[in-house]
C-alpha cells in the first residue's frame, strides 16, 4: 500500500470513529429513552436499565456503522478535493480506479467490523437481552412494590402499598381485580407479606376485608378476614416458556441447525437461510456504499465552488440503494424462497459505483477530442485563408 494510500485511509478511520461516536449517541440516547420509560414504569432500578442499553448497542451499531461509513468517505473525500489533493495525485497518474483502492480497503474494514457484529455478537445481546426482560416479566417484587403508588402490572389490576418496611413487610395494601365479566374484586389489609410458593407468588394479607361487586345485580359483598392468601401468578400476565428466536441464535448455529432446532425456533430451512443472508448482506453493503459515496463525489473533479451537488448525488444513492433493502426484505420476510434478492441493492450499489468512476475517466478523453478537433478545424481555416490570399 502507498503511502497516499495509507494517508487516506488514516482520514477515513479516523472520521469513521468520529461519526460512529456520534451516530452511536444519538440513536443510544432514543432507544435509552424508550427503555427507561418502560423500566421506570415496573420500578425497576440503574443498574438494570445500563444493563438493558448496553445489550442493546450491538443492534444499533450493526445498522449504524455503514451510514458512518458513508459519511466519513464522503467528507474525506470533499476535503481531499476542496484542498487539490486528489488534482494532484491524479496529475501523477493515479486513475480512478486506482484511487478507489483506499476506500474499497476502508470498505472491507467496516463489512468485517459489521459482519462480527451481525452474526455473533448482535445474536448473543439479542439472547441476553431476552433473558433480562423475561426475569424482568417475572419479577412481581420490581411490578407491584413501590410505595405510595398505584402501580397496573397488567389491564384490570391495580395494586397499592403505603409503606414497605425494612422486613420486607407491606403496610396498608390495596388491590383490585376487575378483569372478570360482571364482577370486580377488591381487597384491603393493614399488613401483608409476599411469600413464594410452588404455583408462583403469593400474597398474605392480615388484617382486612375484601368487597366483591355484581355490576348485574349491583350488589356488593363484602367479606372481614384476620388472612387471606391470594396467587400473584395471575398479575404477572399469561406467562409461558420462554422460546428462542431467531434473532437470537448465530449464524454459525443457523447454518448448521437439525430438525430439532428448527422445530424449537418454529422456523424452516428457508426461513433461516434468509436470515443468514440477510445478516451477510448488512457487511457487503457497508463495503458497497462507501464506493458510491466516493465515486460519485470523483466525477466532480475541482471546483472553486466545492462538490455539494456530487454530495446531493452521493446522498440520494444512498437513500435508493437503502430503500431497495428495505423493500426486499419486506418481500422476503413474507416469501423466504426471494433470499438471493437480499444482495440485490448492494449489487446495484455496487454496479453504481463502478459506472461513476468509469464516467470520471471519460471526460479527459472527450476534452481531448474536442481540443484536437478545434485545432483541427483551426488548422483547415488557416490554409484556407493562405490559398485564398495568394
Not at 442493546?56 to 489533493?85: C, G, H, K, Q
Not at 406467562?239 to 422456523?267: E, Y
Not at 454496479?351 to 472527450?366: I, M
Request: charged content about 20%; some cysteine.
Amino acid at each position: 500500500m502507498g503511502r497516499f494510500d495509507k494517508y487516506m485511509l488514516q482520514q477515513l478511520l479516523m472520521l469513521f470513529g468520529f461519526f460512529s461516536l456520534v451516530l452511536a449517541l444519538v440513536f443510544w440516547v432514543n432507544k435509552a429513552v424508550s427503555l427507561l420509560d418502560w423500566l421506570m414504569g415496573d420500578g425497576q432500578s440503574a443498574s438494570t436499565f445500563l444493563q438493558l442499553t448496553l445489550l442493546s448497542l450491538p443492534t444499533i451499531l450493526v445498522n449504524m456503522l455503514p451510514i458512518a461509513a458513508f459519511a466519513a468517505t464522503v467528507y474525506v473525500t470533499n476535503r481531499l478535493a476542496s484542498e487539490s489533493e486528489l488534482v494532484v495525485v491524479q496529475a501523477a497518474g493515479y486513475s480512478p480506479y486506482r484511487l478507489a483502492r483506499p476506500v474499497l480497503v476502508f470498505g472491507l474494514i467496516v463489512g468485517l467490523m459489521v459482519a462480527i457484529l451481525a452474526h455473533i455478537l448482535v445474536p448473543l445481546s439479542q439472547r441476553e437481552l431476552d433473558l433480562r426482560r423475561a426475569e424482568i416479566a417475572r419479577d412481581v417484587t420490581a411490578q407491584l412494590l413501590t410505595e405510595g403508588t398505584f402501580v397496573h402490572p397488567v389491564k384490570g389490576i391495580t395494586f397499592y402499598v403505603r409503606n414497605i418496611t425494612p422486613a420486607g413487610e407491606l403496610e396498608d395494601v390495596y388491590l383490585s381485580n376487575s378483569r372478570s365479566e360482571g364482577q370486580r374484586q377488591s381487597f384491603m389489609a393493614s399488613r401483608a407479606l409476599i411469600v413464594k410458593d410452588d404455583e408462583g407468588p403469593m400474597l398474605l394479607m392480615f388484617d382486612g376485608m375484601t368487597q366483591t361487586f355484581d355490576i348485574a345485580d349491583t350488589r356488593l359483598s363484602v367479606t372481614r378476614f384476620d388472612s387471606f392468601a391470594y396467587s400473584l401468578k395471575g398479575l404477572l400476565g399469561n406467562q409461558t416458556d420462554q422460546r428462542r428466536s431467531l434473532r437470537a441464535t448465530d449464524s454459525f448455529t443457523l447454518l448448521k441447525a437439525d430438525p430439532v432446532l428448527q422445530q424449537d425456533l418454529g422456523i424452516t430451512p428457508l426461513s433461516m437461510l434468509a436470515e443468514v443472508t440477510q445478516r451477510m448482506n448488512k457487511a457487503v453493503q457497508g463495503v458497497a456504499i462507501c464506493l458510491v459515496g466516493f465515486a460519485a463525489l470523483l466525477i466532480g473533479g475541482f471546483s472553486r465552488f466545492g462538490l455539494w451537488r456530487q454530495i446531493l448525488l452521493a446522498i440520494f444513492l444512498l437513500v435508493v440503494v437503502k430503500s431497495m433493502d428495505n423493500s426486499f426484505e419486506g418481500l422476503i420476510d413474507r416469501d423466504p424462497q426471494l433470499w438471493p434478492l437480499r444482495y440485490l441493492s448492494s449489487l446495484v450499489a455496487i454496479v453504481l459505483a463502478s459506472l461513476l468512476l468509469w464516467h470520471s475517466t471519460r471526460p479527459p478523453l472527450l476534452r481531448r477530442r474536442r481540443n484536437a478537433q478545434t485545432k483541427t478545424g483551426a488548422g483547415e481555416d488557416t490554409k484556407d485563408h493562405t490559398g485564398a490570399a495568394s
